[in-house]
């Protein structure tokens, strides 16, 4: 009979999570999720062969319970012992901190796996009814030149590109004084696209947090990659605005945190699409990734797959026209902590992703 996984767990300081990679394992996130009324429990933790930190968010659900979230967590370098027990056994070790928390609700990081989802679930984690973020993405290699990241595109994308900038389309930075009219397109989208998203507030006090604490970092030669000058505590949120002929096209939200850069928010007028700004915006975020010593570019969320019949397609074709790898990760997963009320709350949230899934998207 195989052992269990030993973990151990001890709680810590946020300053345990300055040194983690993802953006959604940071202090800066832990921080600023805080100011939305969750509160961020981080963990030293040891266990596979090797230390890790680990941050926990626990909100409020109603009838006073709370659920326990790890964004993109946990982080392990070198996991390669079976997904299920190692994480049946990191939320047991987890337990007696969250013990007025119905189930911990994994986000995971890692790569699809060869036991599968069967592994997880005979371990007793239940797939969670919805996923929190995209488990789905394209990852773009910053260490080649800029020539060399365009041949790497698809034609089409290069094509719209340089249509993009002959028809005068410029890309400039903005600031916080520009967030409304990026908002304003925002909405714009979302009634196009029918999805949901959080009011301005929640954007402004991302973008404002960001800007207080400021990562620091200074722009290097585009010819040469200069790894790590992003490596503060907290991310850089830069905001690009699209426009042509004073009018605002477009414009997206990319983070810039250690190594890494990830595109987390993108609007887009419905006047002037032919000029192609969502392309002269991606091709600057990856030219400013690269500026500031960025090695890779994460386009944050596709469909799982090529599949036309999904209503997303077009966005699966937009974001793989830039090149790079496609990443499937595992996605949510949950380990109960009292079952019976966590099968409430699932069949609950199961009912509200069918609403936004199925029926408000047609």
Same mark, same amino acid.
């Given at each position: 009979m195989r052992a269990e996984p030993d973990i151990r767990v001890e709680p810590a300081g946020l300053e345990v999570l300055s040194a983690n990679r993802s953006l959604l394992q940071s202090r800066f996130w832990a921080e600023f999720r805080r100011q939305l009324g969750w509160e961020p429990r981080a963990f030293a933790c040891r266990g596979g062969g090797s230390d890790f930190s680990l941050l926990v968010l626990v909100r409020p659900l109603p009838l006073r319970q709370r659920l326990a979230y790890a964004p993109h967590g946990p982080e392990v370098p070198n996991q390669e012992q079976e997904n299920g027990p190692f994480l049946a056994a990191l939320a047991a070790a987890l337990r007696p901190h969250l013990v007025e928390c119905l189930f911990l609700r994994y986000d995971l990081p890692w790569a699809l796996r060869p036991e599968g989802e069967g592994g997880l679930r005979a371990s007793g984690l239940p797939q969670a009814p919805l996923d929190i973020q995209p488990p789905d993405t394209v990852i773009l290699d910053l260490g080649y030149e800029a020539e060399s990241l365009l041949a790497a595109m698809k034609a089409k994308t290069r094509y719209n590109i340089g249509l993009a900038a002959k028809k005068g389309v410029r890309v400039e930075e903005g600031g916080a004084a520009d967030l409304p009219a990026w908002y304003e397109l925002y909405r714009e989208t979302a009634r196009r696209d029918r999805i949901t998203l959080h009011d301005f507030d929640y954007y402004r006090r991302q973008f404002e947090f960001a800007q207080e604490r400021g990562a620091g970092g200074a722009a290097g030669d585009e010819a040469g990659v200069k790894p790590g000058l992003s490596a503060g505590l907290h991310p850089e949120l830069k905001l690009l605005l699209a426009r042509h002929d004073g009018d605002l096209l477009a414009g997206i939200i990319v983070a810039l945190h250690g190594r890494a850069a990830t595109y987390l928010y993108?609007? &887009? &007028?419905?006047?002037?699409?032919?000029?192609?700004?969502?392309? +002269?915006?991606?091709?600057?975020?990856? =030219?400013?990734? =690269?500026?500031?010593? $960025?090695?890779?570019?994460?386009?944050?969320?596709?469909?799982? &797959?090529?599949?036309? +019949?999904?209503?997303?397609?077009?966005?699966? =074709?937009?974001?793989?026209?830039?090149?790079?790898?496609?990443?499937?990760?595992?996605? $949510?997963?949950?380990?109960?902590? =009292?079952?019976?009320?966590?099968?409430?709350?699932?069949? +609950?949230?199961?009912?509200? &992703?069918w609403y936004y899934r199925r029926f408000r998207k047609r």
């Open positions: 993108g609007a &887009s &007028s419905d006047a002037k699409r032919n000029l192609m700004p969502a392309y +002269a915006l991606q091709w600057e975020a990856i =030219r400013l990734a =690269r500026r500031r010593g $960025c090695l890779t570019y994460d386009l944050f969320g596709i469909p799982p &797959s090529p599949d036309p +019949a999904p209503p997303m397609h077009g966005l699966y =074709r937009f974001k793989t026209g830039f090149g790079g790898r496609v990443v499937n990760r595992q996605g $949510c997963w949950d380990f109960p902590y =009292r079952r019976a009320g966590y099968a409430g709350y699932a069949a +609950a949230e199961r009912t509200r &992703s």
